[in-house]
């Protein structure tokens, strides 16, 4: 039963795990947004969260279908997944890609969906609780 509960409630686990990391390494990007030679480093989410469910991390290829898509791995990876460089849009004189209008951007868009996984973990919760008391 345990197992079934743990199964139900993984996704959204993993979605949120994936979430606090990202929110971490944009704010790694905003707090180093003036120094020099500084690259902006984020993660493919959807590649990322495929991986770490289906248990291969980060083994899929990104696809990049835009040019803004982000290039190159930094060697870094992030339960699984490889951190990779943001390709700035317009490059500073000193070498840093960090835009702030991009992160800030990027990391509300994250806490809003981090905000989400944790309503529909408290809904499945909630769910699971209903179906053990019997209501």
Same mark, same amino acid.
């Given at each position: 039963?345990?197992?079934?509960?743990?199964?139900?409630?993984?996704?959204?686990? +993993?979605?949120?795990?994936?979430?606090?990391?990202?929110?971490? @390494?944009?704010?790694?990007?905003? /707090?180093?947004?003036? +120094? $020099?030679?500084? *690259?902006?480093? &984020?993660?493919?989410?959807?590649?990322?969260?495929?991986?770490?469910?289906?248990?291969?991390?980060?083994? @899929? $290829?990104?696809?990049? +279908?835009?040019?803004?898509?982000?290039?190159? /791995?930094?060697?870094?990876?992030?339960?699984?997944?490889?951190? @990779?460089?943001?390709?700035?849009?317009?490059?500073? /004189?000193?070498?840093?890609?960090? &835009?702030?209008?991009?992160?800030? /951007?990027?990391?509300?868009?994250?806490?809003?969906?981090?905000?989400?996984?944790?309503?529909?973990?408290?809904?499945?919760? *909630?769910?699971?609780?209903?179906?053990?008391?019997?209501?």
């Amino acid at each position: 039963m345990a197992g079934r509960i743990d199964q139900m409630l993984q996704f959204q686990q +993993t979605a949120l795990n994936l979430r606090a990391v990202r929110q971490e @390494l944009i704010a790694s990007n905003i /707090a180093n947004a003036d +120094t $020099p030679n500084y *690259k902006a480093k &984020d993660i493919d989410f959807a590649s990322a969260l495929q991986g770490a469910l289906s248990g291969s991390g980060g083994k @899929l $290829p990104v696809a990049a +279908t835009s040019p803004q898509h982000l290039a190159g /791995a930094t060697g870094e990876s992030v339960m699984g997944a490889p951190v @990779l460089y943001r390709k700035p849009l317009q490059p500073s /004189a000193d070498g840093n890609t960090v &835009d702030m209008d991009v992160e800030q /951007a990027q990391f509300a868009d994250n806490a809003l969906r981090y905000e989400a996984s944790l309503k529909f973990i408290s809904e499945d919760v *909630k769910d699971v609780l209903s179906a053990l008391q019997g209501f």
